[in-house]
T-cell receptor, first 114, second 113 residues
Framework: NAGVTQTPKFQVLKTGQSMTLQCAQD?????MYWYRQDPGMGLRLIYY???????DKGEVPNGYNVSRLNKREFSLRLESAAPSQTSVYFC?????????????FGDGTRLSIL | QKEVEQNSGPLSVPEGAIASLNCTYS??????FFWYRQYSGKSPELIMF????GDKEDGRFTAQLNKASQYVSLLIRDSQPSDSATYLC?????????????FGIGTKLQVIP
C-alpha cells in the first residue's frame, strides 16, 4: 500500500537553481494537491489539480509551476529557487467530488534554499 | 479573519485527562470536517471526519460539530503521551464547483506523563 509517494525526501538547493518535486498516487484519486508547510503558517495550498488535464492556482502559487502528467502523477517545479521557498512540501490526493473523502498525504519533501 | 481558526497552543494536559481541541470556521456552506494528527517531522494522518451536527465517537476520540455556531471540536479521552502531536482541523466546502479544503494552523498538544 504505497498511497502517495513523494521524491525526493530531502533537498538542498542554491538560490537560482531549479528543481522538480515528484508525486505519485496509486489510489485512483482524481484530485491532487501541493502544499507547503511553514512554522506558524499551517498548510498552504500552492496548486491543485481537480482532475486529469486541469490545474489551478491555490493560495501561494508565485514562483511555482505544476504539471499533471497523468492521473497518477503531479509534479511541482521551482524554476528559480529563492530562500523564501525553504519549506516542507506535501503532496496530497483524494476524490474531491465526494464530500466525505479526506486528503491522503505523502511523507513530504524537506527543501532548503541557501 | 482566517477561514479556519485554531489556537496554536501548546495545550498541556496530564496523562489520563481529557484533551479538548477546538476549531471555528467562517464559511457557513462548509460541508465536511476533518481532524488530522501530525507528529513532528511527519505528514498529517486522518483521525476522524464528521459532516452531521452532533457527536461522532471512534475509540478514545470524539468529534463534535455545531454548524449553527460554526465550530468543530475533538475530544481525546484518557490522553496518552503518544497523543502528543499537532492536531489540524480541515474544512471542506464547495467553491466554484470545486470542493475546497482549508486547514487551520493546528493545535500542539502535549500530554504530560
Amino acid at each position: 500500500n504505497a498511497g502517495v509517494t513523494q521524491t525526493p525526501k530531502f533537498q538542498v538547493l542554491k538560490t537560482g537553481q531549479s528543481m522538480t518535486l515528484q508525486c505519485a498516487q496509486d489510489m485512483n484519486h482524481n484530485s491532487m494537491y501541493w502544499y507547503r508547510q511553514d512554522p506558524g503558517m499551517g498548510l498552504r495550498l500552492i496548486y491543485y489539480s481537480a482532475s486529469e488535464g486541469t490545474t489551478d492556482k491555490g493560495e501561494v502559487p508565485n514562483g511555482y509551476n505544476v504539471s499533471r502528467l497523468n492521473k497518477r502523477e503531479f509534479s511541482l517545479r521551482l524554476e528559480s529557487a529563492a530562500p523564501s521557498q525553504t519549506s516542507v512540501y506535501f503532496c496530497a490526493s483524494n476524490f474531491a467530488d465526494r464530500s466525505d473523502q479526506p486528503q491522503h498525504f505523502g511523507d513530504g519533501t524537506r527543501l532548503s534554499i541557501l | 479573519q482566517k477561514e479556519v481558526e485554531q489556537n496554536s497552543g501548546p495545550l498541556s494536559v496530564p496523562e489520563g485527562a481529557i484533551a479538548s481541541l477546538n476549531c471555528t470556521y467562517s464559511d457557513r456552506g462548509s460541508q465536511s470536517f476533518f481532524w488530522y494528527r501530525q507528529y513532528s517531522g511527519k505528514s498529517p494522518e486522518l483521525i476522524m471526519f464528521i459532516y452531521s451536527n452532533g457527536d461522532k465517537e471512534d475509540g478514545r476520540f470524539t468529534a463534535q460539530l455545531n454548524k449553527a455556531s460554526q465550530y468543530v471540536s475533538l475530544l481525546i479521552r484518557d490522553s496518552q503521551p503518544s497523543d502528543s502531536a499537532t492536531y489540524l482541523c480541515a474544512v471542506k466546502a464547495t467553491s466554484g464547483g470545486y470542493q475546497k479544503v482549508t486547514f487551520g494552523i493546528g493545535t500542539k498538544l502535549q500530554v504530560i506523563p
